[in-house]
């Protein structure tokens, strides 16, 4: 069963969009809304709109830095969410 998860935050105050990595995302979706996250924390809330889950943390990391990378946006645009990605 899968344990990790790669995620998509959007603010809902700024155009800003954030891609990351956890175990638990409630709890990190709580973390970036109190301010808790340095590189989120001047344009939250946010909510999460979407998210990929995978058997490990290496498999999420990996995932994770793909999405971050120019053909990552690419794919998460086209295939996972249908709007603007960072």
């Known amino acids: 069963m899968p344990q ?3 995620y998509i935050l959007r603010s809902l105050s700024k155009e800003f969009s954030y891609i990351g990595s956890t ?3 409630q709890r990190r979706l709580r973390e970036h809304n ?3 996250v ?3 924390k001047a ?7 979407a998210y990929v889950a995978v058997e490990t943390e290496q498999k999420a990391r990996d995932l ?3 999405f971050k990378t120019g053909s990552g946006k690419a794919v998460l645009k086209k ?3 249908t709007d603007e990605v960072p």
Do not use: A, M, Q
């Not at 344009?43 to 709109?49: L, N, S």
């Open 38 to 40: 340095h590189s989120t």
């Open 43 to 49: 344009y939250k809330p946010y909510k999460i709109v």
């Open 79 to 81: 295939r996972i969410i």
């Open 34 to 36: 109190d301010g808790l």
């Open 64 to 66: 994770e830095h793909y």
């Open 4 to 6: 990790w998860f790669v």
């Open 23 to 25: 175990n638990n995302l």
